[in-house]
């Protein structure tokens, strides 16, 4: 008797540990077969940690909207200068105040976006993580890392920048009869992604030379909104110079000019061939791509600062 139930507690222990390695072996495989489900699940995260950001910044609501308003003041009285700039000369190297608003509008609408959606990635501010050692409390966290550095700061006040850029270019629209295609109306958003894609890789890349430097290097800076900044004119009342640099070392160019060339329906006083003018949301993904890659070498090779 006693036999018997030893022999049944046995083969119950046996069965019992076969069942828990078989859910081992499959609850990764259950995993790999289901993406959607984990892809569904980082977003949620995501969603959840802006969210928090958000009703954070809502809290203050008086000093939101003054950050709101002054952020969409600032690029009204830029815009504002240039208008005045054309009522003493009319043009700009050949460019109407609409054409050359429709290529501002374009890229503020793209750089402020990237800037709101990239600010955990922002060099200032991820430096400040680098130094004062909270990254290591990032790393520690049971969630993916990209992840985590993009909802640790949402900058809501450049909604206020990005309705300006909206504001820009529906004015340039009006000013300017574009004519439409349908291949126009499908490379339009592909410009705008091109474009965010490209500036959020030089905030990434920023971001991970911090993990070297500590602090994070005045030249990305200059590269991220010099590059913007020179987005919003005209390439060609640039120096040679300048334009080589930024064209083949830096290269905003393809990202905003050559595009706004295309759908303007302007010819091209650079010289350059047909095809550069839609080669930008290439270059801007592949940027980003490859920011991707040098932010992963950076976390493999990160050594804490020790504060």
């Known amino acids: 008797m006693r036999q018997g139930r030893a022999w049944r507690r046995g083969i119950a222990s046996c069965v019992g540990r076969?069942?828990?390695?078989?859910?081992?072996?499959?609850?990764?495989?259950?995993?790999?077969?289901?993406?959607?489900?984990?892809?569904?699940?980082?977003?949620?995260?995501?969603?959840?940690?802006?969210?928090?950001?958000?009703?954070?910044?809502?809290?203050?609501?008086?000093s939101f909207t003054m950050d709101f308003v002054s952020s969409f003041l600032m690029f009204g009285f830029e815009f504002g200068a240039l208008a005045a700039l054309f009522?003493?000369?009319?043009t700009l190297g050949g460019w109407t105040l609409g054409e050359v608003a429709f290529m501002g509008g374009l890229t503020a609408v793209s750089f402020k976006t990237m800037d709101m959606l990239f600010s955990g990635f922002d060099p200032p501010a991820f430096g400040e993580h680098v130094r004062k050692g909270t990254f290591d409390a990032i790393l520690l966290r049971p969630a993916p890392l990209t992840l985590q550095v993009l909802g640790s700061r949402f900058v809501l006040m450049r909604v206020g920048a990005i309705a300006e850029g909206v504001a820009v270019f529906a004015l340039a629209l009006w000013l300017v009869d574009v004519h439409w295609t349908a291949a126009k109306l499908a490379f339009l958003p592909l410009v705008v992604i091109g474009q965010l894609a490209f500036f959020a890789a030089l905030f990434v890349i920023g971001s991970t030379v911090t993990f070297w430097t500590v602090d994070s290097i005045e030249a990305m800076n200059i590269l991220t909104y010099g590059g913007h900044e020179l987005n919003q004119y005209p390439a060609h009342i640039y120096p040679l110079g300048l334009r080589r640099f930024f064209t083949y070392v830096v290269p905003t160019l393809f990202l905003a000019y050559y595009p706004t060339l295309y759908l303007l329906d302007k010819p091209d006083p650079t010289g350059m061939p047909s095809w550069v003018r839609f080669v930008g949301p290439v270059i801007g993904l592949g940027a980003f791509a490859g920011a991707m890659a040098i932010w992963h070498i950076g976390i493999r090779h990160y050594r804490s600062t020790g504060t």
């Open 87 to 90: 009522v003493r000369f009319e």
């Open 18 to 62: 076969g069942e828990a390695i078989a859910e081992a072996i499959a609850s990764p495989l259950r995993r790999a077969h289901h993406p959607v489900a984990d892809l569904r699940h980082h977003l949620g995260l995501l969603v959840r940690l802006v969210g928090a950001q958000v009703r954070s910044q809502l809290q203050y609501r008086v």
